[in-house]
């Protein structure tokens, strides 16, 4: 079976959201395909009825991919409500190294993107520090709330 997988995340503005996970994943904003000179010229190329497209739908990128090919595609959806309740899915950004990784070398690493996250626009939500376990992560949300972790 042929499977590709894409991570959709619903959102009010998706330009800011592309900006941040860019820089929280080391992906790239996926150009419009064929030439197109925007995401929205191709979808009206398409067929597209006027009223399914917002205001401003396809302006600027509204998916990223890894330019490496090796990560799924993320396309950010603009919804009309905001964000209500807690993720039921959320993405781990694994930094650390694993267990191999002694537990001081993988908190630095962590906080090392904690820091660099929290400039690009997300909120510590919590930390997760466990020496006894032999574990260290932190609890994150991105400029529009959604939740996801570092470890």
Known sequence: MDVTLQVTIDCADPATLV??????????PE???GGHPSWRAYWEDMGVPAEE???GAGE???SIVDPEGRGPRIWFQQVPEGKTVKNRVHLDLKV????????PERTR???ATVDRLVAAG????????????DYYGV?????EGNEFCVA
């Open 31 to 33: 150009p419009p395909p």
């Open 53 to 55: 497209l917002t205001e």
């Open 109 to 111: 690493r962590v906080a």
């Open 19 to 28: 900006n941040f996970w860019t820089q929280a994943l080391g992906y790239e």
């Open 139 to 143: 609890v994150l949300s991105d400029p």
């Open 60 to 62: 600027t990128p509204e």
């Open 122 to 133: 997300a909120t510590v939500l919590r930390t997760m520090d466990e020496p006894d376990m």
């Open 96 to 103: 650390g190294g694993g267990r191999g990784v002694p537990l």
